[in-house]
């Protein structure tokens, strides 16, 4: 589910850039394709070169991921009672020396291995799992030292994670906007205080604020993923309800109609089916 420009970022991070001060975190590892780029570039690291990768998924073989492995022809995987653990261990054999699994409901969990140095987060599916993961793990986040990859910066459905990046951005900063790829990577510079955690409510955000979250968020990607920043507004909105408000947002979008998968398109379906007009 991730690109080659993704998977080249994450290996020459693992060697080139990752100090072994603090842990690597994979939240959302699938059957594997960021662990196995992440595990391939600490193998070059001289410095840091042993240490494990956390990989957590619950690893649930829901509709979605049937529909997905169906849609691009993948050969049967290996999914026992419901689980496609056993298709992450065996795509990831050669590596399992070097990850540390965790099957896990991210909704319900707890980090206890101290500080983190990268944390990619492929698992903010719903504002519950944004809120959860970052209670979780970012108070581990090594300000001045670590980087936070948001793998659905730019897919259209997780609105959520833009509000909070918005609401947390005196603590980041923009380090790198994947080409081809929905992934903005942050380095994290100040600590988080406290109060930046207390209720993120990242479902019933105002209006004002969504709106400055999405002016700031087209702010910081380059000008291919900005498509795909105007229909996370738009669902945004889809998600709350308000469909007017939602046809305006990609009637005013002027950043071109070419989006990365498509998701303009597909959110103006959304609008389209749920006004009857379609
Ligand atoms: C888009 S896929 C990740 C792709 C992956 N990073 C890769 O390298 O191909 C999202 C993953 O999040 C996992 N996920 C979704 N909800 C979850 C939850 N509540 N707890 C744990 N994992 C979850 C899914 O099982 C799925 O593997």
Same mark, same amino acid.
């Given at each position: 589910?991730?690109?080659?420009?993704? =998977?080249?970022?994450?290996?020459?991070? /693992?060697?080139?850039?990752?100090?072994?001060?603090? /842990?690597?975190?994979?939240?959302?590892? $699938?059957?594997?394709?960021?662990?196995?780029?992440?595990?391939?570039?600490? =193998?070059?690291?001289?410095?840091?070169?042993?240490?494990?990768?956390?990989?957590?998924?619950? %690893? &649930?073989?829901?509709?979605?991921?049937?529909?997905?492995?169906?849609?691009?022809?993948?050969?049967?995987?290996? &999914?026992?009672? *419901?689980?496609?653990?056993?298709?992450?261990?065996?795509?990831?054999?050669?590596?399992?020396?070097?990850?540390?699994?965790?099957?896990?409901?991210?909704?319900? &969990?707890?980090?206890?291995?101290?500080?983190?140095?990268?944390?990619?987060? *492929?698992?903010?599916?719903?504002?519950?799992?944004?809120?959860?993961?970052?209670?979780?793990?970012?108070?581990?986040?090594?300000?001045? @030292?670590?980087?936070?990859?948001?793998?659905?910066?730019?897919?259209?459905?997780?609105?959520?994670?833009?509000?909070?990046? $918005?609401?947390?951005? *005196?603590? %980041?900063?923009?380090? /790198?906007?994947?080409?081809?790829?929905?992934?903005?990577?942050?380095?994290?510079?100040?600590?988080?205080?406290?109060?930046?955690?207390?209720?993120?409510?990242?479902?019933?955000?105002?209006?004002?604020?969504?709106? /400055?979250? %999405?002016?700031?968020? !087209?702010?910081?990607?380059?000008?291919?993923? @900005?498509?795909?920043?105007?229909?996370?507004?738009?669902?945004?909105?889809?998600?709350? =309800? *308000?469909?007017?408000?939602?046809?305006?947002?990609?009637?005013?979008?002027?950043?071109?109609?070419?989006? !990365?998968?498509?998701?303009?398109?597909?959110?103006?379906?959304?609008?389209?089916?749920?006004?009857?007009?379609?």
């Amino acid at each position: 589910m991730i690109t080659e420009q993704e =998977r080249d970022w994450f290996r020459s991070y /693992a060697t080139d850039v990752y100090s072994g001060v603090g /842990a690597i975190v994979d939240l959302g590892c $699938f059957v594997g394709s960021t662990t196995i780029s992440l595990a391939q570039g600490l =193998r070059a690291n001289r410095i840091a070169g042993a240490t494990k990768i956390h990989a957590y998924d619950h %690893f &649930v073989w829901d509709d979605f991921i049937k529909a997905w492995w169906k849609a691009k022809n993948l050969p049967p995987p290996d &999914v026992v009672d *419901d689980s496609f653990l056993p298709e992450f261990l065996h795509r990831t054999l050669p590596w399992k020396d070097q990850i540390i699994v965790h099957q896990q409901d991210l909704t319900h &969990v707890q980090w206890q291995n101290g500080p983190i140095e990268f944390l990619l987060v *492929d698992a903010m599916k719903s504002p519950e799992l944004a809120d959860s993961i970052t209670h979780a793990f970012f108070p581990y986040l090594i300000p001045g @030292k670590s980087y936070l990859a948001q793998q659905d910066f730019a897919h259209f459905y997780t609105s959520w994670i833009h509000l909070l990046q $918005f609401r947390l951005r *005196d603590s %980041f900063v923009v380090a /790198a906007d994947i080409p081809k790829s929905g992934t903005v990577v942050f380095r994290y510079h100040t600590r988080l205080s406290s109060a930046a955690f207390s209720d993120l409510s990242l479902s019933s955000a105002p209006v004002e604020e969504i709106e /400055a979250a %999405f002016e700031y968020s !087209l702010r910081l990607v380059s000008d291919d993923k @900005k498509p795909n920043i105007v229909a996370a507004k738009a669902m945004a909105y889809i998600h709350r =309800r *308000d469909f007017d408000r939602a046809r305006e947002v990609v009637e005013a979008n002027r950043w071109g109609t070419t989006s !990365l998968a498509q998701e303009l398109e597909t959110v103006k379906r959304l609008i389209r089916q749920q006004t009857g007009n379609e």
